[in-house]
Each structure stands twice: as C-alpha cells, then as structure tokens.
C-alpha cells in the first residue's frame, strides 16, 4: 500500500464493491453499516497518545 511506504497510517472504512450499479437504497444501507467503523477510527483518532 502506498500509504505504507510513504509512512502515513491512515485510518479506513471500506465497503463492498461494485457501487456504481448500486440502488439509492443498497447504497444508505452500505453507508450505515460502514457508519459505526467511521465513528470508532474518528474517536480513535482524537484519542490522546
């Protein structure tokens, strides 16, 4: 990973892929099910040390 190499630790959610043929509604539920990993990496990130 490119991240890796250039010394970053980014913090990441991913989904299932494809998305591009996804319905509005396949896609609210792609979101909310990735939701509860994007809030733990964001609280995780403001978390001192």
Not at 12 to 22: E, T
Not at 27 to 37: I, V
């Amino acid at each position: 990973m490119q991240a890796k190499s250039l010394g970053v630790d980014p913090a990441m959610v991913f989904v299932a892929h494809p998305i591009q043929d996804r319905s509005d509604d396949e896609l609210r539920a792609l979101a909310d099910a990735a939701l509860p990993g994007i809030v733990q990496r964001l609280v995780a990130s403001q978390a001192p040390g």
